[in-house]
């Protein structure tokens, strides 16, 4: 399970994880928590309604040429999810967990990403939180029985923004070559076409760099020292 704040974070982000993901019949689900109407680029929309839907649409299109294999777009305010309650949000991710049943989580670093982004730190803090709580019974009772999963990713990163300030991230565990499905993640990209001037900006950046995704394990269900890896998968037992 995948979870993001905007359309587009799925394929900018964490492309090259789901699209290997779907490459060896992997069920994949991404949750994302607004529909993005308050993005910079507003292609050919009149409203943020307008625009909110068009980037509804992108979204699944997006996922679709990933190989995600369900996704679910929630009712959030873009902008807005570090005002939210993280009770709330990461109840609605239990819920979802305990539904889903994923061995393996993946979402935002608590620093934001390359943008550091406060959408998606909120969104890392309610997905750290819904990771553990979904596995505890006496956590949110009343969203089904309880499930643990076993293992929790964050991105993170080996490159900046060169007009951003830099984020502060973790330090890798996980170096994903997904140069084999890199063209998918290009395409899904472009599904986002509201988004295409975006795609320009950071086209040259993304071919120097987004072969390779970055991730660090920041939970499992055994103690063990932290090590190099190059497998998202590697000692995942089936449930």
Known sequence: MCVVAHPDDECVAFGGALALAAKDSVETSVVCLTDGQAA???GDSKSAAELGAIRRAEFVASCHLLGVSQQELLEYQDAQLEFKSISELAGKLVQRIRAFKPQVIVTFGCD?????HPDHMAVSTATTAAFHWAGQEKRYKDLGPAYRPQRLFHLSTGYFLPDRQPPL???WSLALDVRSVF???VEAFRAHASQ???MEKVGDVWKQHGQTELYTLMATVSPQPARQSKDMFEGVLND
């Open 196 to 198: 295409a001037p975006l």
């Open 169 to 171: 991230p973790a330090p």
């Open 183 to 185: 063209e998918a993640k």
């Open 40 to 42: 910079t680029y507003r």
């Open 112 to 116: 934001g990403g390359l943008n550091t």
